[in-house]
């Protein structure tokens, strides 16, 4: 019988500035018994500096190598170094032959390595050592599980403190690598999608619980990055089906508010053909930060600070038009299952008799432009309800038809 290999992790940066710190980071994850490739992608590195030197990982380049090492504009060469690294990810990633990947890197570095990092499925553990840790890192997390390490100290040399530091990352992926998840009942299930706000969270949790005995219930917070983590899933095939019960995002896009998710959303039906079964939750607002974020144009609109960083204004009717005619656009397109869900009562918690954003007349024209412009068919149903989103009544019909649906 055949011993099992040990898991190959990629230890990646330029190692004609910080080999020093790549091949401590090396030594330490190959100390714990875990086979590892180092990866040059320096843009002024010797040649032999790692195990794929830095003129093999550029000649990935559609361009080849000149298009890394002829170019005098340091910024040119390092966008054509990530876009080799990435192409040779993938096709080694094709091959089976990375199992995980460290990288360390200031802000050159991290801009090449992050994107070959998010190229690896989600759960392969990818952790970059990087020094724009501390700041935004939306560009290079994108929507993947990437774990980011802030350095302290700047990378330009080992010291007792980056010593530490890197230990502490090689250690990490080791421990990601060497320790599985268990194994429970959840991994034989079928996987959906769900959507949440803070104001439809009693929904979304009712029919997590309706469903749960049945299915992986996956819940993605519809602040922007969830609803892109959301349909990133649904494009690589993880998700049997959406259950798109906070459809905000879509709202939020159309009229500049911070959890925008892009003008892809709703695409898992639209252009993947899932399963969706949805609703029109948290439609009622547009998100803002502090009050002083908030565009001088809506002066005089209706407002809640939901908390000190977070400010709620509430939809209008032409909000809410645009929205209903963007949802009816995309889901008319889906070649799957669709099961349209309004709730007639109120979109969300604070859309209610007696809360700051009831306004039936607004909520009128979403749910009329909606019955106008979707298109019933024998998978496209339009499903009106007199429940608000967080009744236990509309939980259950919305369990109901994902169950019509997928089972």
Request: aromatic letters at 4%.
């Amino acid at each position: 019988m055949n011993a099992v290999s040990p898991p190959t992790a990629w230890v990646v940066g330029t190692f004609d500035t910080k080999a020093a710190e790549l091949d401590y980071l090396a030594g330490l994850v190959r100390a714990a018994g875990v086979r590892v490739v180092t990866v040059d992608v320096g843009t002024r590195s010797a040649p032999g500096a790692a195990d794929i030197d830095a003129a093999a990982v550029a000649s990935h380049h559609p361009r080849g190598v000149a298009a890394v090492f002829d170019t005098q504009d340091r910024g040119e060469a390092v966008i054509a170094m990530g876009d080799a690294l990435a192409t040779l990810v993938r096709t080694r990633l094709a091959a089976g032959e990375i199992q995980a990947m460290l990288g360390v890197g200031g802000s050159g570095g991290s801009s090449m390595i992050a994107p070959a990092m998010r190229l690896l499925p989600i759960g392969v553990p990818k952790l970059l050592v990087s020094t724009m840790a501390a700041g935004n890192v939306a560009a290079y997390v994108g929507v993947v599980d990437m774990t980011l390490m802030y350095p302290v100290t700047d990378i330009a040399g080992l010291n007792r403190l980056s010593r530490t530091i890197l230990a502490n990352a090689a250690h990490a992926l080791v421990g990601m690598l060497q320790h599985r998840v268990p194994v429970d009942s959840a991994q034989d299930k079928p996987a959906i999608g769900l959507t949440m706000f803070g104001v439809t969270t009693p929904c979304v949790q009712a029919v997590r619980g309706l469903l749960q005995d049945d299915f992986d219930a996956q819940v993605f917070h519809a602040n922007g990055a969830g609803g892109r983590t959301l349909e990133a899933l649904a494009a690589a095939g993880l998700l049997r089906a959406v259950v798109d019960i906070t459809t905000t995002e879509v709202g939020q896009h159309l009229a500049g508010g911070v959890c925008d998710a892009g003008p892809d959303r709703l695409d898992a039906a639209a252009r993947h053909g899932l399963p969706w079964i949805g609703s029109v939750g948290a439609l009622d607002m547009i998100n803002w930060g502090a009050p002083s974020t908030i565009p001088e144009r809506h002066k005089g609109r209706r407002f809640h600070v939901h908390n000190a960083d977070v400010t709620l204004m509430r939809s209008n009717a032409q909000e809410l038009e645009a929205a209903a005619r963007r949802i009816a656009e995309q889901l008319n397109r889906a070649p799957g299952p669709v099961r349209l869900l309004l709730p007639l009562g109120g979109l969300s918690m604070i859309d209610a008799p007696g809360q700051p954003f009831h306004d039936p007349a607004a909520d009128a024209v979403l749910f009329d432009t909606l019955k106008r412009l979707f298109v019933v068919s024998d998978t496209h149903l339009l499903i009106r309800l007199p429940h608000h989103i967080n009744d236990p009544a509309f939980a259950e019909a919305v369990a109901g038809q994902v169950r019509a649906v997928l089972v």
